[in-house]
């Protein structure tokens, strides 16, 4: 539906109050993304979503008639380039449109990537400083709050994460008998040795739509570590594959990660740091990590 068409409905639906309109400011928008007419029995409203030279252009206009027949106009105009729009927080209804609805859903996403230290300046843990591994996550809730007529929100998502580091080489980890991690000689041909971190995850941020389709998402995420094992695999003389788990234990409870996420669609990539040591202080190296990735 082009503008002229949507404009002829609205003076329409306002004689069809039996109030007649007074002159309002012409408001022309050229190819238009997606043009909608919302109608109650005491309203009309018209929105329109993008243009030929803005993707996040917004505009609606409502005409109102309250118990009197007496008809009233409210209308909303935005067109944002990279403006955030955190100055402009108000009240305002985030209308019927998806990119605007705030929602709590069930909403199952699976995030791949890898992890490896960084900032690991402890001699005696050299066999992990070229350590790197599987940084596998799982969202399961999210919460979306759009504060503004357009698709700029605020989020809050619950989910799980599982974090290894793997070593390769003849060295593989072991727990000492005080608990502290340490390394051995692999007890034949090594395949791998790696330290797992179990944790749940709660992150919320921020996210600014950039383009059609196209968003920026930016924050931390807590994360509650709930188990931490140690796993190795590597062949024996006869060639026979040896599997071992033990169970560490000794991780840090709260950490938290820095995020940022470019999505196109429903995919996304990501980066995150963690300036958290993940190990307590008495049981193992002080190191950061990075992870790079993606979600779907």
Known sequence: MDMKKSILLFVAAAFGCGTALQA???????????????????????????????????????????????????????????????????????????????????????????????????????????????????QLLSAEWHPWKNRDKFFLNFGLQDKSFKIRGNQMYVKGEDGVLGFEPVPGRPKWSALRIFSWDIGFGYSQHIGKHVSLRVGPIVNFNTGSRIKTKYWDEGDHKHKSKVKFGNQRLVTYELMGMLKIHNFGIYVKYNPCRLIDKAYGPDFNTWSVGFVL
Not at 29 to 56: H, L, M, N, Y
């Open 24 to 138: 309002q400011d012409t408001v022309s928008v050229k190819q238009p993304a997606e043009v909608r007419v919302i109608t109650t029995p005491k309203s009309q409203t018209v929105e329109i979503f993008g243009s030929e030279t803005d993707s996040t252009f917004y505009f609606s206009s409502t005409l109102e008639a309250d118990e009197n027949a007496i008809l009233k106009t409210k209308q909303h105009l935005s067109a944002q380039d990279f403006n955030f729009s955190l100055p402009l927080f108000g009240k305002e209804d985030p209308g019927a449109g998806w990119e605007s609805r705030n929602s709590v859903d069930l909403a199952i996403n699976f995030g791949f990537g890898i992890c490896f230290p960084s900032a690991l300046n402890d001699a005696a843990y050299e066999p992990m400083r070229q350590a790197w591994g599987l940084d596998f996550s799982m």
